[in-house]
């Protein structure tokens, strides 16, 4: 077994600890270099998963599987968390003595991420799943003195237990039907015929656990609360990465575990999606505080995705990965403005971005456009992204969703584009410039140039996305 | 110099056009302006090149270009004209030029504005020369934005505030959209099931044979989300509070080219892709037309703000449009493209002249004015002029437009037809008491210090006016070219009649 491609793994735990280490041993004022050591080792983990794109392996028969659909999800992970590091260089300082820790935390989030979607068994999924999660307990609570932070990382802990515990309840009871954990074997242990309700009753439970981690309605209350209370930057991570993770354990269980089933799960996820958008959408619409916003936003764009799952044909799939990696770049550009915005003002309320184009033309102009293409408007990369999602429904003849979707994309321009008029027309409290460092500038610009890139020439993702679905076979 | 891409040049000049003065210096305001005024006039000059290079004894796609863009979605970056997206592409490139020169005198944010304004340019224009569905959509959505920031920073607080008119439009057009995006996305999954491979290209489409109940059904979404672009009645709110709340140059753009891109999307992928539909559809289609005419005729008499009088009355000419494009045969349709080229120049000669006035004035109140010949006698001919072309008078380019579409429909739908001859009647009622009203009477000393159009303000008058007058005394030199792409489309479809919803 060439247990090399377990590098990736093997060298985010190493730098974790490394990480972790520095940051208590180096003296106060120089704990900068752990930034720049988390980054460049990210980096580096980053180019080597590239460089192995192709190489697939399994291992542990079956257990763990490395082939493009894992490292595909890697790429997004990492690119994200180097993200993320680089736009909240400055926020970080709001932590005082504990960066070290931070980035230490993130890391190990990041790592769970990675053995989620490398996953070929049930108890593998669920390690790498609270390895993330409680990660994120502790992030969630990371400012101290607020008590927003503090609330948000309690709620999270408890509604996080809550929905392990269901998602191992049904995993217990998918076992008890299968006899057995893997997924491969799972479909074939089986067979035809109609299903015992104890693995219905299975199936459904690991919807409402893993619906949890995506915030699909009815399973999304915690959503607001905890993006809003957590530090921004580890909200962004929480959006784009955490809700990553999950759905690409949905893909795999679903795809590879119960294909030929009886049950039909694609109507229930329909379902879910359509009220997760509508829902997402309609609470986003009257929302002041633009993180809580982008909360709601974020709980309908989870919908979106689901809408890849639900077709389950090559479209749909596509589509699924095209938008979650999009996400990274639209999103991650958003709440890098938030963060910018937040850590000048104090505060994400929509008065604090008023006048912004006169201040800070770039974050502005960010903004705006990345909240366009979250909403879906072309050219830009979450266009492409709902075409072949809403292709993808369509085929598989959901019509009735692609409207729905559609409907309320359109609609949600409304709230995006509130927030581009504070931006545009309205009167800032402050004059003076707004002063953006290197670094945070740096993941504005590859947001942004991902963003309309991915958008105006959607072809060489979407030859990725095909490489990495073709481990499913569908039709 | 056969092989010069001469359609992207045109595309592509206004856009970077723009991000030329994104990179220059927000004080630089004059070679922000000459900026803009060299890339519209770059791509107007590229369009009338192409207007007379092109070769109506062939007929057909011309000027084609194509780049394969996405493999998967079968989609590639094609683009083309025949006789029927080529006078709307000069439209846009007349009305694109004529509106820098009418926001000559935009004071703040100077380079927002004029890098805004040529992506919209590029936007609408890019509508008319794709030829790819994707494409097509890709630039049909990207003009929403930037009018809708455009109008929020520049435009007018009046009856509605700018805020209020900007968001409704946005709204109202994207939610028009959503409807149209699902019919193509069906279409296009529909396509690839009975071609057997994925395309997005209008001629290939066009020559699949879908089956008819899906044609009605598509037929209906793009009718609403095309509809509602051209204002079709009862989906028609937007346009006048729209038009009231814009700056000049949007309202020039919206009513004169922006519109007919749902005339357009009517003609070229609703008729073309999905005739059965489109013939079984066409008496609602019409129904909505006479209300389009009759109902905003009405309305327009009542109005008293002369923005709110252009807005009305362009959505009552759209019904004239509408009616043509229902009746399905070749002197209807070929009405309602000249139609939608005569109504273009029209609406932004009188958005134009009433955006001077009102810069000078501050005022839009019909009952603030009078004699205003005798201080702007410039300005007089320009309102007079589109005035007249408004309500089709001999001479005048929409006559034509309008004529041929009442001879076309007439042997189709006797009694509607009649009874939207008479909204030509309500037209000049209104037109000529606003006309008569605001420009003619004793002079009013209050109105002396008004400055008449000079240097730069004359070129909307200059081109406008003289393509409504050229257009007008010369007509075969559009109608021709109309007529070569009109029949051939007419050809493609085949025959068949009208009818079947009732």
Redesign the interface.
């Known amino acids: 077994m060439s247990y090399e491609l377990l590098a990736p793994e093997i060298a985010v735990a190493a730098l974790g600890l490394l990480v972790l280490a520095i940051g208590l041993l180096l003296p106060a004022h120089s704990r900068k270099a752990v930034g720049y050591l988390a980054v460049l080792g990210l980096a580096a983990v980053l180019v080597l998963v590239i460089a192995n794109f192709n190489r697939e392996a399994v291992f542990f028969a079956g257990v763990y599987q490395v082939d493009k659909y894992t490292n595909f999800f890697r790429i997004l992970f990492l690119s994200a968390a180097l993200l993320i590091f680089m736009m909240s260089s400055r926020y970080n300082h709001l932590f005082g003595e504990r960066q070290g820790e931070w980035f230490s935390f993130m890391l190990f989030a990041t790592l769970g991420m990675m053995i989620m979607v490398a996953a070929g068994d049930l108890i593998t999924v669920y390690v790498g799943l609270e390895l993330m999660t409680i990660s994120f307990y502790v992030l969630s609570a990371y400012l101290f003195d607020d008590r927003l932070s503090a609330e948000a990382g309690l709620k999270y802990l408890i509604i996080g237990a809550l929905s392990s515990a269901v998602l191992l309840f049904g995993m217990s009871l998918v076992y008890a039907s299968s006899a057995t954990t893997v997924f491969t074997e799972i479909s074939g242990a089986l067979g035809s015929g109609p299903e015992q309700p104890a693995l219905l009753a299975g199936i459904v439970m690991l919807i409402a656990g893993l619906g949890f981690k995506i915030s699909a309605v009815p399973f999304h209350m915690w959503t607001p609360d905890i993006y809003q209370g957590a530090p921004t930057p580890v909200t962004a991570y929480l959006s784009v990465a955490s809700k990553a993770a999950a759905f690409s354990v949905l893909v795999r269980l679903f795809l590879s575990a119960f294909p030929g089933l009886s049950f039909d799960w694609h109507l229930v996820l329909a379902v879910l999606a359509a009220l997760t958008i509508v829902i997402g959408n309609l609470t986003a619409l009257p929302q002041t505080n633009v993180k809580r916003m982008l909360a709601y936003s974020s709980i309908a764009q989870a919908g979106y995705i689901l809408v890849g799952l639900v077709a389950a044909n090559?479209?749909g799939l596509?589509g699924l990965l095209f938008y979650a990696l999009l996400y990274v770049f639209s999103n991650v550009g958003a709440f890098a403005v938030v963060t910018a915005v937040e850590v000048e003002e104090g505060d994400a309320e929509l008065e604090s971005f008023s006048g912004l184009s006169r201040r800070a033309p770039m974050l502005a102009a960010v903004l705006t456009i990345c909240m366009?293409s979250l909403a879906g408007?072309?050219?830009l990369a979450g266009?492409?992204g709902k075409?072949?999602l809403?292709?993808g429904a369509?085929?598989a003849g959901y019509?009735w969703l692609?409207?729905i979707g559609?409907?309320m994309?359109?609609?949600s321009?409304?709230y995006y584009?509130n927030v581009?008029?504070a931006m545009?027309?309205g009167a800032s409290r402050r004059e003076e410039r707004l002063l953006v460092p290197t670094s945070v500038s740096t993941a504005l610009w590859i947001c942004l140039l991902g963003t309309v890139f991915l958008g105006v020439?959607?072809?060489p993702l979407?030859?990725l996305t095909?490489l990495a679905i073709a481990i499913f076979s569908i039709g | 110099m056969s092989d010069f891409p001469i359609l992207s040049a045109a595309l592509l000049l206004p856009i970077l056009g723009a991000l030329l003065i994104m990179i220059l210096p927000p004080r630089q305001e004059s070679s922000i302006r000459a900026v803009a005024a060299v890339s519209t006039l770059a791509s107007l000059l590229l369009s009338l090149g192409v207007c007379f290079g092109y070769d109506q004894a062939k007929g057909g796609m011309q000027f084609v270009e194509s780049i394969p863009?996405?493999?998967?979605?079968g989609v590639s970056y094609a683009l083309g004209v025949d006789g029927i997206s080529l006078p709307l592409l000069l439209l846009t490139n007349l009305i694109g030029f004529s509106a820098v020169y009418a926001s000559w005198h935009t004071e703040e944010r100077v380079k927002e504005f004029f890098a805004l304004l040529l992506l919209l340019i590029s936007g609408v224009m890019g509508t008319f020369v794709a030829t790819d569905l994707?494409i097509f959509?890709?630039f049909y959505?990207?003009v929403?934005?930037p009018i809708?920031?455009l109008v929020?920073?520049f435009g007018s607080s009046k009856r509605v505030t700018k805020?209020y008119a900007g968001?409704k439009l946005?709204?109202y057009l994207?939610?028009g959209?959503?409807?149209l995006?699902?019919g193509l996305?069906?279409l296009?999954?529909k396509g690839?099931a009975l071609l057997g491979f994925p395309s997005m290209d209008i001629g290939t489409l066009a020559g699949v044979d879908f089956p008819v109940t899906f044609q009605i059904f598509i037929y209906c979404l793009m009718a609403f989300g095309f509809g509602t672009l051209l204002s079709m009645f009862p989906f028609h709110a937007w346009s006048p509070d729209g038009y009231a709340g814009a700056p000049t140059a949007v309202s020039m753009i919206h009513a004169g080219v922006l519109k007919k891109i749902g005339g357009y999307g009517l003609i070229r992928i609703g008729l073309l892709l999905l005739p059965a539909g489109a013939r079984y559809v066409a008496p609602l289609i019409a129904i909505l037309a006479l209300g389009n005419v009759v109902y905003a005729g009405i309305i327009c008499l009542n109005q008293r703000d002369l923005k709110y009088i252009v807005g009305y009355s362009s959505v009552s000419h759209m019904g004239y449009v509408l009616l043509g494009i229902a009746s399905v045969n070749l002197i209807s349709i070929n009405g309602a493209v000249m139609m939608m080229f005569a109504h273009g120049v029209m609406a932004a000669l009188f958005f134009a002249m009433i955006g001077h006035l009102y810069q000078q004035s501050h005022t839009r109140n019909v009952g603030d004015f009078g004699g205003l010949a005798h201080q702007m006698p410039r300005l007089a001919v320009g309102f007079m002029l589109a005035g007249l072309a408004s309500l089709g008078l001999p001479g005048t380019v929409n006559f034509i437009g309008e004529f041929t579409i009442f001879v076309g429909a007439f042997g189709v739908y006797n009694l509607l037809t009649i009874l939207a001859i008479s909204g030509i009647v309500i037209t000049a009622v209104y037109i000529l008491r606003t006309l008569g009203g605001v420009l003619f009477g004793p002079r009013r000393s209050e109105w002396d210090h008004l400055q008449d159009l000079r240097g730069v303000d004359l070129v909307p008058l200059l081109v406008l006016g003289g393509a409504i007058l050229v257009g007008g005394i010369l007509p075969f030199t559009i109608m021709d070219l109309i007529n070569s792409g009109v029949g051939q489309l007419l050809v493609q479809i085949g025959p068949g009649s009208v009818g079947g919803i009732f």
Do not use: C, H, N
Request: hydrophobic fraction near 65%; avoid cysteine; aromatic fraction near 22%.
């Open positions: 090559s479209y596509k366009l408007i072309p050219p266009f492409a075409f072949y809403f292709a369509i085929q019509l692609a409207f559609l409907l994309s359109m609609i321009v409304y584009l581009a008029k545009y027309i020439y959607p072809g979407s030859g095909e | 863009w996405v493999r998967d979605l994707f959509f890709l959505e990207v929403v934005i809708y920031l929020i920073m805020e968001m946005t709204i994207l939610i959209s959503a409807f995006l699902v996305i069906a296009f999954v690839q």
